[in-house]
T-cell receptor, first 112, second 112 residues
Framework: GNSVTQMEGPVTLSEEAFLTINCTYT??????LFWYVQYPGEGLQLLLK?????DKGSNKGFEATYRKETTSFHLEKGSVQVSDSAVYFC???????????FGTGTRLTIIP | NAGVMQNPRHLVRRRGQEARLRCSPM?????VYWYRQLPEEGLKFMVY????????ESGMPKERFSAEFPKEGPSILRIQQVVRGDSAAYFC??????????FGPGTRLTVL
């Protein structure tokens, strides 16, 4: 079955540092890949996505590239801000309206 | 355009009682998904419904849990005879055909 392995946290960085959160997956076929962000007490918000190999998803300074050869979808940001503090989830889905399979989440804390 | 709505946001039940969680999808969405998030864990898929039909319930516990999405009204996740292990955040997501899933704010269930 499908699975997502995500870098364990928590991760603490200083403001303006470079961020990488690793994510690898196991899936049959060609899944779509997602990063979701969860702020305290809230639901999940879609941060970015990629639907085929070599696609790059980007939003709010975050980027992730769909690497089929390494089955990875690592999240990066060049300069983090305090407001980026949240829990980040990597996820995948099969074709169409299928269930999402999530990683365990990475708690990110940015200190001024 | 209201997003996905869930109520109640917080629910406290004693062991053995019933819990009813409601989810109103975004306007125009006919697909609803329920996920459960245990403390410090990622989200786990429970059930996927379309209007009046259960499409995939592979993540639902076999006993005490049921879900419906009637022709009119919200989707309901029902947990009978709750136990302490049911304490979790329950998230609903909705989508249109072929589109991304949008998440609600969640219902946090506490079983005393």
């Amino acid at each position: 079955g499908n699975s997502v392995t995500q870098m364990e946290g928590p991760v603490t960085l200083s403001e303006e540092a470079f961020l990488t959160i690793n994510c690898t997956y196991t899936a049959t076929g060609y899944p779509s890949l997602f990063w979701y962000v969860q702020y305290p007490g809230e639901g999940l918000q879609l941060l970015l996505k990629a639907t085929k190999a070599d696609d790059k998803g980007s939003n709010k300074g975050f980027e992730a590239t769909y690497r089929k050869e390494t089955t990875s979808f690592h999240l990066e940001k060049g300069s983090v801000q305090v407001s980026d503090s949240a829990v980040y989830f990597c996820a995948l889905s099969g074709f169409g309206n299928e269930k999402l399979t999530f990683g365990t989440g990475t708690r990110l804390t940015i200190i001024p | 355009n209201a997003g996905v709505m869930q109520n109640p946001r917080h629910l406290v039940r004693r062991r053995g009682q019933e819990a009813r969680l409601r989810c109103s999808p975004m306007k125009g969405h006919s697909h609803v998904y329920w996920y459960r998030q245990l403390p410090e864990e990622g989200l786990k898929f429970m059930v996927y419904l379309q209007k009046e039909n259960i499409i995939d319930e592979s993540g639902m516990p076999k006993e005490r849990f049921s879900a419906e999405f009637p022709k009119e009204g919200p989707s309901i996740l029902r947990i009978q005879q709750v136990v302490r292990g049911d304490s979790a955040a329950y998230f609903c997501a909705s989508s249109d055909q072929g589109s991304e899933q949008f998440f609600g704010p969640g219902t946090r269930l506490t079983v005393l």
